[in-house]
């Protein structure tokens, strides 16, 4: 069965930092794209950032970067999202999301993904 989970929300202060941790169970998460999405109250889920299996290909929402980090670790078994400078427009639930097939190199869109975790919730107070 395959299982991603997230970690490392909470509650920070504007201007804070955060890094948030997914990890994966019952796939070969090494080898599979990976992305960060979030979900804001009353809003659709979008993207945030995404890193390609071999971490050729790095891809961020316009408006993060310089402010947000996708990283994976050496042993591919988890893949962190790195949150400086935070603002209250980024308080939402994060999740992660890894993809059916391996040797892929990530995108933008939420159907190109198949496992999801079950999100992180992120607040940032003004």
């Known amino acids: 069965q395959v299982q991603l989970v997230e970690s490392g929300g909470g509650l920070v202060q504007a201007g804070g930092s955060l890094r948030l941790a997914c990890a994966a169970s019952g796939l070969t998460f090494g080898s599979r794209a990976v992305g960060w999405f979030r979900q804001a109250p009353g809003k659709e889920r979008e993207f945030v950032a995404s890193i390609s299996w071999n971490v050729r290909n790095i891809d961020y929402l316009d408006s993060l970067k310089g402010r947000f980090s996708i990283s994976r670790d050496n042993a591919q078994t988890t893949v962190y999202l790195q949150m400086n400078s935070l603002k209250p427009e980024d308080t939402a639930v994060y999740y992660c999301?890894?993809?059916?097939?391996?040797?892929?190199?990530?995108?933008?869109?939420?159907?190109?993904?198949?496992?999801w975790g079950q999100g992180t919730r992120v607040t940032v107070s003004s």
């Open positions: 999301a890894t993809t059916r097939w391996p040797l892929t190199t990530g995108t933008r869109s939420p159907n190109e993904y198949h496992y």
